[in-house]
């Protein structure tokens, strides 16, 4: 695949055309926190000194994080997101082989690997089985890729089953990158990881604190692995403005707790409820929901004039697919009787 990979949002046309018509927009394309930002978080971006450079390295919020985390300062790098940290794992990694993604999942495990000069091969997601031991001593990567829960099908693979896939990385001379971005809304399930010999994790504030225009992400791995990728990084890749929301975050646990709650109440509803108006949904453990819809550009479209944005899959290699994410409580409903209209209408019932 050639050019930019696709991501959820929704064009100025399709703006326009949704603002001509009346129609007020529930964007379910990408999958945040629907009761975020809280206040405090976006206080903190505000109010953040500008003026000024902030910390070269984020120094201040690696230690705190790394706290957090029960790490040291430096078995923690931060970037401009999750996707910046990415890009820069596959230049570090590059001269010692190719890269390996289960999926099908997030697009710029790929594209970083393709940027980095990498061969990319994609395998079956490793929930679903597999002999992962078999498949790292025949490709032999420097690095592979498991988003956990996956991104689009929300499967969630076990301690267990990533201590089996570190394992086979480092017997094949490899690492094991985690992208634990979804993580979060998996509860009651909690599979998180802690770094290793071998094991890197990847952790977001995008998701749980609805943030993307902030960008704040973090690498946990041991300081030589960190080292090694932190060489990649330019100074100030952390604005001021995202530290001080992520210094912000960490005072929050008790709002992620709820939202999480209510999010996971919700999935729980709308499982059931398309699944009662036939559609086929995957059992998810993220904040999202995999539906089958036919042609789900078409179903996307149609649904976009009732007042919801959501994600067609084909960009994954799943063009009947749609991805949904988790809305606010307050719209559940409405969603669901809009998905049920916009499939009577694509089959031509009255």
């Given at each position: 695949?050639?050019?930019?990979?696709?991501?959820?949002?929704?064009?100025?046309?399709?703006?326009?055309a949704?603002?001509?018509?009346?129609?007020e927009?529930?964007?379910?394309?990408a999958?945040?926190?629907?009761?975020?930002?809280h206040?405090?978080?976006a206080?903190?971006?505000?109010?953040?000194?500008?003026?000024r450079?902030?910390?070269?390295?984020?120094?201040?919020?690696?230690?705190?994080?790394a706290?957090?985390?029960?790490?040291?300062?430096?078995q923690?790098?931060?970037?401009n997101?999750?996707?910046?940290?990415?890009?820069?794992?596959?230049?570090a990694?590059?001269g010692?082989?190719?890269?390996l993604?289960?999926?099908?999942?997030?697009?710029?495990?790929?594209?970083?690997?393709?940027?980095?000069g990498m061969s990319?091969?994609?395998?079956?997601?490793?929930?679903?089985?597999?002999?992962a031991?078999?498949?790292?001593?025949?490709?032999?990567?420097?690095?592979?890729?498991?988003?956990?829960?996956?991104?689009?099908?929300?499967e969630?693979?076990?301690?267990?089953?990533?201590?089996?896939?570190?394992?086979?990385?480092?017997?094949?001379?490899?690492?094991?990158?985690?992208?634990?971005?979804?993580?979060?809304?998996?509860?009651?399930?909690?599979?998180r990881?802690?770094?290793?010999?071998?094991?890197?994790?990847?952790?977001?504030l995008?998701k749980?604190?609805?943030?993307?225009?902030?960008?704040?992400?973090?690498?946990?791995?041991?300081?030589?692995?960190?080292?090694?990728?932190?060489?990649q990084?330019?100074?100030?890749?952390?604005s001021a403005p995202?530290?001080a929301?992520?210094?912000?975050?960490?005072?929050?646990?008790?709002?992620c707790?709820?939202?999480?709650?209510r999010?996971?109440?919700?999935?729980a509803?709308?499982?059931?409820?398309?699944?009662?108006?036939g559609?086929?949904?995957?059992?998810?453990?993220a904040n999202?929901?995999?539906?089958?819809?036919?042609?789900?550009?078409?179903?996307?479209?149609?649904?976009?004039?009732?007042?919801?944005?959501?994600?067609?899959?084909?960009?994954?290699?799943?063009?009947?697919?749609v991805?949904?994410?988790?809305?606010?409580?307050?719209?559940a409903?409405?969603?669901?009787?809009a998905?049920?209209?916009?499939?009577?209408?694509?089959?031509?019932?009255?």
């Amino acid at each position: 695949m050639s050019g930019r990979v696709v991501h959820g949002g929704v064009t100025e046309a399709e703006l326009a055309a949704a603002a001509a018509a009346g129609i007020e927009l529930v964007d379910l394309s990408a999958s945040l926190n629907p009761y975020g930002p809280h206040p405090a978080v976006a206080a903190a971006a505000a109010n953040a000194t500008i003026g000024r450079y902030p910390e070269p390295d984020a120094a201040g919020l690696r230690r705190a994080w790394a706290d957090r985390f029960g790490l040291e300062p430096g078995q923690l790098l931060a970037g401009n997101g999750t996707s910046e940290l990415i890009y820069l794992l596959c230049r570090a990694f590059a001269g010692d082989g190719g890269c390996l993604i289960f999926g099908p999942t997030f697009g710029e495990y790929a594209a970083a690997a393709r940027a980095a000069g990498m061969s990319a091969v994609e395998a079956p997601y490793p929930a679903r089985g597999g002999d992962a031991g078999r498949l790292f001593a025949e490709l032999r990567p420097s690095i592979a890729f498991l988003c956990n829960p996956n991104n689009p099908t929300g499967e969630l693979c076990s301690r267990e089953q990533v201590e089996q896939l570190r394992r086979a990385a480092q017997a094949a001379g490899g690492r094991l990158v985690v992208d634990e971005a979804y993580m979060p809304f998996a509860w009651p399930e909690d599979e998180r990881v802690q770094p290793a010999s071998g094991l890197l994790v990847l952790r977001s504030l995008t998701k749980v604190h609805a943030v993307p225009g902030l960008r704040l992400g973090f690498l946990l791995g041991t300081p030589g692995d960190i080292e090694r990728v932190s060489a990649q990084q330019p100074p100030w890749s952390v604005s001021a403005p995202a530290a001080a929301a992520g210094m912000a975050a960490l005072e929050l646990e008790e709002f992620c707790r709820e939202s999480i709650r209510r999010v996971a109440a919700t999935r729980a509803f709308l499982l059931d409820a398309l699944e009662r108006s036939g559609f086929a949904v995957r059992p998810s453990l993220a904040n999202f929901l995999l539906v089958r819809a036919g042609d789900g550009a078409a179903f996307r479209a149609q649904l976009l004039m009732r007042g919801f944005v959501i994600r067609d899959c084909a960009s994954f290699g799943l063009p009947e697919w749609v991805r949904v994410a988790i809305p606010h409580e307050r719209h559940a409903e409405r969603l669901v009787h809009a998905m049920v209209e916009v499939r009577r209408c694509l089959a031509g019932e009255s």
